[in-house]
Nanobody, 127 residues
Framework: QVQLQESGPGLVKPSQTLSLTCAVS??????????WSWIRQPPGKELEWLGT???????YYSPSLKSRTSISWDTSKNQITLQLRSVTPEDTAVYYC???????????????????WGQGTQVTVSS
């Protein structure tokens, strides 16, 4: 059974960098043809796709956040990381990592394109 677990600071100050980690257990992130994505849901809003790293290590970013986002993986730790720079209160959201078997739809998040989700981690941007 694959499990994903997000972790990171719950509170970040404006202009700082948010760093989150997704620890994957029950399977290697480099085995198989999977797409590992970061998704967030701001309060009262829809799910938003942030980016994906695929089985080959290729990385894809949301065009609207590309200038502030970095996604990487640490294969020795079986983890995927997200960095979001220069955060503002609008970046307050629940952040999820998720695995899919196809490249995800990016304009809207289609939940059933992902077969495993983390439980999500709340991040609040506030001074």
């Amino acid at each position: 059974q694959v499990q994903l677990q997000e972790s990171g600071p719950g509170l970040v100050k404006p202009s700082q960098t948010l760093s989150l980690t997704c620890a994957v257990s029950g399977g290697s992130i480099t085995t198989g043809y999977y797409y590992w994505s970061w998704i967030r849901q701001p309060p009262g809003k829809e799910l938003e796709w942030l980016g994906t790293i695929d089985f080959s290590g290729s990385i894809y970013y949301s065009p609207s956040l590309k200038s502030r986002t970095s996604i990487s993986w640490d294969t020795s730790k079986n983890q995927i990381t997200l960095q979001l720079r220069s955060v503002t209160p609008e970046d307050t959201a629940v952040y999820y990592c998720a695995r899919g078997s196809i490249f995800p739809t990016i304009r809207v998040v289609i939940a059933n394109e992902y077969d495993y989700w983390g439980q999500g981690t709340q991040v609040t941007v506030s001074s």
